[in-house]
């Protein structure tokens, strides 16, 4: 297995994404979160989110949808807890995305605008639902999949962690998987900036996870300017790890 991890400020001042990664018992864990709120409390919410997650699964590392959960629900009672105790930092909240595998099995959670994709032999076979007012148009048929990207709703959350009263993680079922699975973990900074084609091109012409997000950021990185959200993604092949 090959993964790389990549984390970019885009247009913005400050980066408020934040991606972490662990190893245990033979299952790696690989978390990604993009925050939000006022008073630098996204970029705490982003972290708060991912170390919790990964601190949870270092506890028993398991590879089941029951132990995504648990991940996911540390998550959300560290940033609620800090959020608190924090006035400041009061509206603080986080779209978070996680995978665990050991690459015979993997297993996935999400809530937010973070997705996850799965590929198969270079082609996409699954991506996580948006849980923003976007994708509920998609769903009533108002506007066509692609659209999401251009739609005014697309950043609007309906969950995220650290909303006592939104929050809800999906989470799949544990997914046999083998050496022709790749994944995408990726904040909405990154996907909206690049198509899904455009993901399966790069990945069928590259043999390592960083060729493969490296052809992806030459598609992204000319789109960025000034105001461009930020942008985080770790490609995760079948295949050590490697950064950019």
Not at 3 to 25: H, I, M, Q, R
Not at 69 to 82: K, N, S, V
Not at 135 to 141: D, Q, V
Not at 221 to 231: A, H, Q, R, V, Y
Request: proline content about 2%; hydrophobic content about 40%; glycine content about 8%.
């Amino acid at each position: 297995m090959k993964f790389t991890v990549f984390s970019d400020k885009g247009g913005l001042v400050d980066n408020e994404d934040f991606v972490g990664s662990a190893f245990e018992n033979g299952i790696y864990c690989f978390a990604a979160a993009d925050g939000l709120g006022s008073h630098n409390g996204g970029a705490l919410a982003s972290k708060l989110a991912v170390s919790a997650i990964i601190s949870e699964f270092k506890k028993e590392p398991e590879l089941s949808p029951q132990k995504a959960r648990l991940c996911m629900d540390a998550a959300q009672e560290l940033i609620t807890t800090r959020r608190t105790a924090s006035p400041e930092v009061k509206d603080m909240a986080a779209s978070a995305v996680m995978l665990m595998t050991d690459g015979t099995s993997a297993v996935w959670a999400h809530v937010g605008d973070s997705r996850l994709y799965v590929f198969k032999r270079g082609k996409i076979i699954e991506v996580t639902d948006d849980h923003t007012t976007a994708f509920e148009s998609f769903l009533k048929g108002d506007i066509e999949y692609g659209e999401i990207r251009e739609s005014r709703g697309r950043n609007r959350l309906r969950r995220a962690v650290g909303d006592k009263v939104s929050y809800e993680p999906d989470i799949s079922d544990l997914v046999k998987i083998n050496s022709g699975f790749s994944f995408l973990i990726c904040t909405n900074g990154f996907w909206e900036n690049i198509y899904e084609t455009e993901m399966e091109e790069a990945l069928r012409f590259s043999f390592s996870s960083k060729a493969w997000l490296e052809k992806m950021l030459n598609k992204i990185m000319p789109k960025i300017e000034t105001g461009s959200d930020n942008l985080s993604a770790v490609a995760v092949k079948m295949q050590m790890g490697d950064s950019i």
